[in-house]
DNA sequence: CTGTTAGCGCATTCAG
DNA sequence: CTGAATGCGCTAACAG
């Protein structure tokens, strides 16, 4: 059914019309809506009522030009179409959606003009912050522009340690894999991991050779660093077997590497996790479910990170600056690929 | 380097401030900063070079307040999660991001009551346009609230035929899949959907009968509905080859359903695509590239659906509302699962 | 309890 | 060519 769209050209409802319509000033009618003190109950229903009848909506244009702050934040992201960013974003928009703040989206691109654009933007606009989401965890240079309301970097930490940056914990993942592994019982655990330019693979590989160490376990093999994608765990999973053919668990720098492992491992003859456990990094949904088995999977609670990154920025907002790096932990989602029973 | 940070506390600079520091009233000031006429030469000159000093950023809220527009859209989604709101938010992004346009962002998450309380918001802040974007491409109920500003519905279209909606052509998707297979040179082509609850299967059915019959060739079995995942593809597919044997050519529901589609020809022993060609819709890289052989696969064009809904809202803003449903053309993107050079 | 006044920052009249 | 005045819609002082 069509709700008859408002007449166009009718002037939305103001405060004063509100006020005319229930025969008080405009002060009245704003106190009456804004449930402040010192207005007679009687009064505030009339105007209650005339403001429904004008279906008005106070415009927040004219109430944060004089409160001077606006309830909206910018989102700065550099790589939309990248998927770490969707999740960080989700959380930041369920934080402030929650409240009373809407969020301003702007994509880079990666382009260093494009942003310092967007920036211009968003400070003329008067956001209270500025949440910037990078499109790797490799640290990013600070925004180019000085900046006068707070600013949270999020994934990308902020190349200044002055400002505030929350990461996911890759070492501490690297880590938790390696952990698991062991507590699933492996002992020949090697690792086919993603681009080395990366430091989110360098860090994660720090995370498993200390979980190793401490287990007192060495790596079968060299870590074996290539691409993110399906195509390089296949290549490597060959190459392992063939160098290492006892190796009982395969850890893998991304949900995709690890599909790939997964078909070699299968068209080679052995058992998951039987024979070999393989994990890998993201969980990410649609490679993990579609796994055969299914695929564990440490999970960087990105969308957590997005949550975080909101949070700290309110702080920001009402208090003073916060500092430095934080991590937001991550979690291991046991499947089929390395418990039996998952 | 760290650009120190402007002075918490300083309060940003306003016109008056430039006014008073170039030595002219905030009139000339306005004038001369927006490019105005009658304002001599030196005198712009000194503005500018105040504003540059005092780094002047116009306040967007009290211009919007003057105006009575401001430059601002509301992008509505219920499904930032899924993968197909992604693509159309970037176009959306993009299409107005290259003017002077600010984009609000926000997820519903398919929730009505969170729906309702976004567009309130968006209403309150002023939005000239909004953009309503869906999670699936079947119809959605129009916004509950009456709007005063013009509304585009992007995927999903507006059961209210009054609306201006933007879909992807499903129909013409189907039709240009089966097209593809036959300059494949295949005739014996199955249709392996995805779930039939779906307006976007049904569709895509209908444009495969229509261009079958257009060249005298008859569907191999039946249409096998099923779900958009890896696991019912390799399902699906063993059933096909169990009852037609001769089938050269599946075109899947999903790039996903079409990754188990291939899984399982592998494993029988069916070279692709020399024996059988396989295609899917959606052209989602990380399936199409990680496949073996990678994957044809229809490209519904989102990114371009997203632009042209950003477009059509400019108009609408413009101009005068359009009304009905527009169709954005997809495209064959082919790969090696149905051409062997490509 | 209610109304009057002032002003947030800006662009646009209209006089000078 | 420049400046003083007006008002966008609203809230916070104050005065009644």
Redesign the interface.
């Known amino acids: ?8 050209g ?1 002037r ?1 409802a103001t405060l004063s019309d509100v006020a005319r319509l229930a025969g008080v000033s405009v002060a009245t009618a704003s106190k009456a809506l804004n449930g402040r003190n010192h207005v007679h109950a009687q009064t505030r229903e009339r105007v209650f009522e005339a403001a429904a009848q004008l ?1 008005f ?6 109430r ?2 004089l409160a001077g702050k ?1 309830g ?1 934040v910018g ?1 700065l992201t550099s790589d ?2 990248g998927r770490f960013s ?2 960080i ?2 959380g930041a ?2 934080a402030f ?1 929650a409240g ?1 703040v ?6 880079a691109r990666g382009d260093a003009i ?1 942003e310092r654009h ?1 920036v ?7 956001v209270d912050g500025l949440i910037v989401v990078g499109s790797s965890t490799d640290p990013r240079p ?1 925004l ?5 309301v707070p600013v949270v970097y999020a994934y990308a930490p902020s190349e ?1 340690p ?1 400002d505030l940056s929350i990461v996911p914990d890759n070492v501490g993942a690297g880590r938790m894999a390696v952990e698991h592994l062991i507590a699933c019982g492996r002992t020949r655990i090697a690792h086919i991991s993603g681009d080395r330019q990366y430091s989110a693979a360098r860090d994660r590989v720090d995370g498993v050779r200390a979980a190793l160490d401490e287990a007192g376990i060495p790596l079968v093999g060299q870590v074996a660093y290539g691409t993110w ?3 390089w765990g296949r290549a490597a999973a060959g190459m392992l077997l063939d160098r290492e053919p006892d190796v009982d668990a395969v850890l893998c720098g991304s949900d ?1 590497v690890a ?2 492992v997964l ?1 070699t491992l299968r068209e080679r003859g052995r058992r998951v996790p039987d024979d070999v456990a393989v994990m890998g990094f993201d969980n990410w949904q ?2 993990t ?2 796994a ?1 088995p299914q695929l564990t999977s440490v999970d960087m609670n990105l969308e957590e990170l997005g949550r975080a990154a909101a949070r700290a920025l309110f702080e920001s907002i009402d208090a003073e ?1 916060g500092k430095g790096i934080r991590t937001v932990q991550c979690r291991v989602v046991p499947r089929g690929s390395t418990a039996p029973d998952a």
Do not use: K
């Open positions: 059914m069509a709700r008859s769209p408002a007449p166009r009718t939305t279906s909506s106070p415009n927040s244009l004219a944060g030009l606006t909206t989102l939309l179409v969707l999740p974003l989700m928009e369920d959606g009373q809407s969020v301003f989206l702007c994509d494009r967007h211009r933007a968003l400070l003329s606009r008067r600070p180019a522009d000085s900046v006068d200044n002055e994608e399906e195509g995709q599909r790939g078909d649609v490679m479910s579609g055969r600056h």
